[in-house]
């Protein structure tokens, strides 16, 4: 007869007391203080969200508040970064910031559409949506306009519209399609190489082309992200980074105006050409160093006078600190925490890769692309061409950042208790139809 491996018991036993469940249980290691920190972030959330059918949605109207929020403050501040140069230029003070608001207006209508509708079906849309934007991305390069040295618009009828923008959420789209399709496929290198790597290459390249590294970063983090939600082996991960730090090593080196910039924010000092690549993020940093805690008023900006180029685009988190201050920097700051730490519930609550891989992409994307811009404004970065989510000037990234909430908002509708989750506006009833369709022809045919 086999014997049954049981469980070891205890070697000690509680003095006094040698019978049989008697011993004594080993004193439990103290909690290390990562493991403390997320238990109280779990504790925290349950609290706050609430389990089971009594979930109460705070996800998603924190993921919503805080867009919204952000989305609020952009306008006001570039309605003041904005003015004095539109004033010199003799146009309307109020220009750019309508236009903003416009471009803001469109976008919450689209995000609130995209949030009730059943994310599965965006799966329909990911192939055109991603040839569209290579088309577009290539059409930069022939009929585009060159602002800044960059290649990244196209004019339609007086409003500039940055197909590089869309790219990010088509590509989130696609790579999210493809993946989940994959599946478990992906523990083979083949699988997770082809065809995702070969379209991500295509993209940054032509991004690469219309001279926007900026742009390309984005867009490599978002494949990364990708990859990384859907599963992908860990070491080729290392691979892909010492590529892409090789590949950017070499367009550094290869490019005198980039190596300006480099060096510059290197040494502080100017190129030898005597161009001082680092001016603007010198008085981006005079801006943030003049705002003090409060900062000098709304509207009160010194800098936004002619000493920082591109004060409402780029570097807008530069006149936010010098007008509100430190304060007003934490207060974005904490917005955007708020915006990851929500929609990173939405990622780890996913079960379906297709929602997890989407729902990680759009989250690495808006959050990545907030770090570099900050990072570029507080000079931790060199000065790199990507604006602000939500607040910085530009109706294409607004809408795009928009729409992709919208989808976040969506999978956070879907977590929600069924009594108090707002209902879908549109209703596909797509495979029901086919089949009565099936049928009633069946029926015709015997009739």
Known sequence: MVSTPTRPQPAKQQAGNPGAGSSATPAQPPASAPLRLSAAYRRFWRALEGTGTSRNGSTYYLILGSTLALTAIGIMMVLSASSVESIAAGKSPYGDALKQGMFAGIGMFTMFVLSRVNVIWLKRLAWPAIIVAVVLLGMVQIVGAEVNGNKNWIDLGGITFQPSEASKLALALWMATVLARKGKLLSRWQHVAVPAVPMAIIIVGLVLVGNDLGTAMIIMMITAAALFFAGAPLYLFGIAGLVAAAGTAV???????????????????????????????????????????????????????????????????????EELGLVGTVVVLILFAILGAAIYRVVVAQEDMFHRVLAGAIMVWLLGQATVNMSVVTGLMPVIGVPLPFISYGGSALLMSLCAIGVVLSLAREQMAPAIRPKRMLKFKAKPARKDAARKKTERKRA
């Open 251 to 321: 367009m550094a080196v290869t490019s005198s105006n980039r190596m300006c910039r480099i060096t510059s924010w290197w040494t502080g000092e100017s190129c030898a050409n005597g161009i001082d690549a680092n001016y603007q993020a010198t008085n981006g940093l005079y801006g943030l160093a003049s705002g003090g805690w409060f900062g000098v008023g709304l509207g009160q900006s010194r800098q936004k006078y002619s000493w920082i180029p591109e004060a409402h685009n780029d570097f807008i988190f530069a006149i936010i600190g």
